[in-house]
């Protein structure tokens, strides 16, 4: 067996989103490493206690996956909770998926430092995108553009499933701190154009930000990743919402989906792969997707994928 330990990105997160991520890091570990017990789980979104400095050390490697993990200032409100004395305690890190946080300049020199020590030397690591892929090679050189493991099930077999023609009903996301003006908008006309919408809260703020907008007409989905999975999975739905993962949730079951973009997560994927994301200033670009379906494709960067999953049976 190989012990390793696990940087769990949806432990003590408010995000359901980081649950979709999280299954899909654990189907690629499986995958890659077929002997892979993961000895020790740790929240990224809590700062290291010693127990988990300590079983990082018996691991043979810990894996970091998903969600934007990284930034030019890793000491400063990062997503992954980090302070400057994991520089001398954590090691051996291998990063699956992971993104960098917002637009930023050039990594300040204690940021380099942390990704040069706590990064594994010997593993190749794998980001979610060409943006993240430059960021962090100004780092460290042995990085590679994976895109998020969410995707990677997704070949052409998968696609083959998703429908080519509008459903009866559609599924509707807001993002609560990304608000904009035509979010409005964009539940009026589908409320105009489908028989139900049904609104997944992927954040329980999602909630309130939907009733101060007076969003009434909507069929409320339990904030629960089986309650979404269940909808998906027994209605005729599309999904159009300004929510990545949730997004990414319908495509893996089977159903349509639009993502409405609200930051650089979703804009620097659809710029590598072609997933279907928008911007919630066209109006016009929204309604011809509702009512035009086409074909889904996507362009995943096979070989990178490969390589990060090889090498995992090259040091068996």
């Known amino acids: ?79 992954w909770k980090v302070t400057p004395v994991d520089i001398a305690l954590m090691r051996n890190v291998v990063l699956l998926g992971i993104g960098w946080q917002q637009y930023q300049g050039s990594p300040d020199r204690l940021t380099r430092w942390f990704f040069e020590s706590v990064l594994s030397r010997s593993h190749l690591h794998s980001v979610r995108d060409s943006h993240s892929l430059k960021m962090l090679g100004r780092c460290v050189p042995n990085v590679v553009n994976t895109s998020c493991p969410t995707l990677w099930a997704l070949d052409e077999a998968a696609l083959a499933r998703v429908p080519r023609r509008k459903a009866r009903k559609a599924v509707f996301a807001l993002t609560h701190y990304r608000p904009h003006a035509n979010d409005l908008p964009i539940y009026r006309h589908l409320v105009e154009h489908y028989e139900e919408v049904f609104f997944w809260p992927q954040q329980a703020e999602d909630v309130p930000y939907a009733a101060s907008l007076g969003m009434d007409r909507m069929t409320p989905i339990a904030p629960e990743l089986d309650a979404y999975n269940a909808v998906l999975d027994h209605e005729d739905v599309d999904f159009v919402g300004a929510r990545l993962h949730g997004g990414i949730r319908a495509l893996q079951r089977g159903r349509r989906a639009l993502i409405l973009s609200v930051d650089n997560r979703a804009q620097e994927i659809a710029r590598d792969t072609q997933l279907p994301v928008m911007s919630r200033e066209s109006l016009g670009d929204i309604a011809d997707w509702i009512d035009h379906p086409a074909p889904m494709r996507l362009n995943l960067p096979h070989d990178a994928i490969r390589a990060w999953k090889a090498q995992f049976r090259a040091a068996a």
């Open 1 to 79: 067996m190989t012990d390793i330990s696990l940087l769990d990105t949806a432990r003590h997160s408010d995000n359901l989103g980081d649950q979709i991520i999280m299954d899909a890091v654990m189907d690629a570990v499986h995958e890659s490493i077929a002997d892979a017990n993961v000895a020790h789980s740790m929240a990224t979104h809590r700062y290291p206690s010693p127990r988990d400095y300590l079983a990082l050390r018996r691991s043979r490697f810990a894996v970091l996956g998903g969600t934007n993990a990284l930034k030019s200032h890793m000491f400063v409100r990062s997503n």
